[in-house]
């Protein structure tokens, strides 16, 4: 499988050291590591979501009982999301931290990845989501400990796009 599995290893590593102990996520090729290494980690805790938009209101609920978590999702995913981030996380200031394999950027070679790609970046921008691109192996601990630091601050939604530079071994 192309995906990086040393890359996946250290964005997982990275949300443990930031004290992630709920991960919530669909499959998704990118992500097929990190599921898997959720799911067999006892210290973690994974919700399968039917929807993305599930994982807004459990990552909720997390926050309420004092438990950080984090959503894994591709930008169609966060598309569909868009309902409960508003509504939800935005109304109420609800910490979310947000991993979207981000499809359709270069590079991409499945044409239905591209339209959601396009728009991806434009949405948390009109919805005043903070983001940063996780394209560099050496920058992923960093800037995943300070998008949890920014969620939790400013007790709103925060995003990383998980590149395909960063994701996909060639």
């Not at 947000?98 to 919805?127: A, H």
């Not at 992923?140 to 969620?151: C, E, F």
Request: charged residues 20%.
């Amino acid at each position: 499988m192309p995906v990086s599995v040393s890359n996946s290893e250290l964005i997982y590593g990275s949300l443990k050291s930031c004290e992630i102990d709920l991960m919530s996520a669909l499959p998704e090729t990118w992500l097929v590591h990190l599921i898997r290494m959720a799911d067999d980690d006892p210290e973690m805790t994974l919700v399968r979501l039917a929807k993305e938009e599930e994982g807004v209101g459990i990552s909720a609920g997390a926050h309420l009982a004092g438990v950080k978590s984090a959503m894994l999702m591709q930008n169609h995913g966060f598309l569909a999301s868009i309902n409960g981030i508003v509504s939800l996380a935005h109304l109420y200031k609800i910490p979310l931290l947000m991993l979207i394999s981000y499809r359709g950027e270069f590079g991409e070679r499945d044409p239905w990845q591209t339209q959601g790609g396009g728009v991806t970046v434009p949405l948390l921008d009109s919805l005043g989501i903070p983001y940063d691109r996780l394209d560099d192996p050496h920058h992923v601990q960093s800037r995943i400990r300070k998008a949890q630091h920014l969620a939790d601050a400013a007790l709103k939604p925060v995003a990383l796009l998980l590149c395909r530079d960063l994701m996909w071994e060639e």
